[in-house]
């Protein structure tokens, strides 16, 4: 005969689930479109210009930071448009999306040895980029030594993933089984020899 399996217990299933509701996911799209530099941190030649955004969590953990692509030979005027996107959620049901988050644009040269700061833009609120769901087109002042030294422009767009036709990103959920506390005994003759099976959206996995 084969071996046979069996089944100890469900162990997730609860009465009176608790678990709070939250907004999210959420995709946040930008796209850096160009710059309008006055300053120049080349003096010999034409600069290299790249931006960096800087994605922050409410509490002030910075999240992520994109590295868009040079444009070499730019100078004052880089034409990027590059896109990425941006995931999270969780905020509390009944809240602004993205309420206290924060976004900050960041211009460097790019050297040889090193990247010259050209300048950088204030700490932007990413709920006075977004418009809904709609695509928004927007420009931030890039300030160096407290002056204006240039602007940088970008488009925007939030999607809820959980409104019906949104495609998600899949990300990675990780579960660490430790360990178990059984009460009973499903072999009566000899020690058992259990294992976990995890029951996700109609996967398993032992």
Same mark, same amino acid.
Request: aromatic share 8%; proline share 6%; charged share 25%.
């Given at each position: 005969? %084969?071996?046979?399996?069996?089944?100890?217990?469900?162990?997730?299933?609860? %009465?009176?689930?608790?678990? $709070?509701?939250? !907004?999210?996911?959420?995709?946040?799209?930008?796209?850096?479109?160009?710059?309008? !530099?006055?300053?120049?941190?080349?003096?010999?030649?034409?600069?290299?210009?790249?931006?960096?955004?800087?994605?922050?969590?409410?509490?002030?953990?910075?999240?992520?930071?994109?590295?868009?692509?040079?444009?070499?030979?730019?100078?004052?005027?880089?034409?990027?448009?590059?896109?990425?996107? !941006?995931?999270?959620?969780?905020?509390?049901?009944?809240?602004?999306? *993205? /309420?206290?988050?924060?976004?900050?644009?960041?211009?460097?040269?790019?050297?040889?040895?090193? /990247?010259? !700061?050209?300048?950088?833009?204030?700490?932007?609120?990413?709920?006075?980029?977004?418009?809904?769901?709609?695509?928004?087109?927007?420009?931030?002042?890039?300030?160096?030594?407290?002056? $204006?030294?240039?602007?940088?422009?970008?488009?925007?767009?939030?999607?809820?993933?959980?409104?019906?036709?949104?495609?998600?990103?899949?990300?990675?959920?990780?579960?660490?089984?430790?360990? *178990?506390?059984?009460?009973?005994?499903?072999?009566?003759?000899?020690?058992?020899?259990?294992? *976990?099976?995890?029951? #996700?959206?109609? #996967?398993?996995?032992?």
């Amino acid at each position: 005969d %084969q071996p046979r399996s069996r089944g100890l217990g469900d162990v997730y299933k609860r %009465q009176n689930n608790t678990i $709070p509701q939250t !907004l999210g996911p959420y995709k946040l799209t930008i796209k850096l479109t160009t710059a309008t !530099l006055d300053r120049s941190t080349d003096m010999m030649g034409k600069m290299d210009p790249y931006a960096v955004v800087e994605f922050t969590r409410a509490g002030g953990k910075t999240i992520k930071k994109v590295r868009c692509p040079t444009h070499k030979g730019g100078h004052k005027t880089p034409a990027w448009n590059y896109e990425f996107d !941006l995931y999270y959620g969780g905020e509390p049901a009944g809240s602004v999306p *993205a /309420s206290g988050d924060t976004i900050k644009f960041v211009v460097y040269e790019e050297d040889t040895m090193s /990247s010259d !700061l050209v300048g950088e833009s204030a700490v932007v609120p990413v709920s006075s980029l977004v418009d809904g769901n709609k695509k928004s087109v927007k420009s931030e002042q890039i300030i160096h030594d407290k002056k $204006p030294v240039g602007t940088i422009n970008f488009e925007t767009q939030l999607t809820d993933l959980n409104k019906a036709g949104a495609v998600f990103q899949p990300g990675t959920i990780k579960f660490h089984i430790v360990g *178990a506390d059984i009460i009973g005994n499903a072999d009566l003759f000899t020690k058992i020899d259990p294992y *976990a099976q995890i029951d #996700f959206q109609g #996967f398993a996995k032992k």
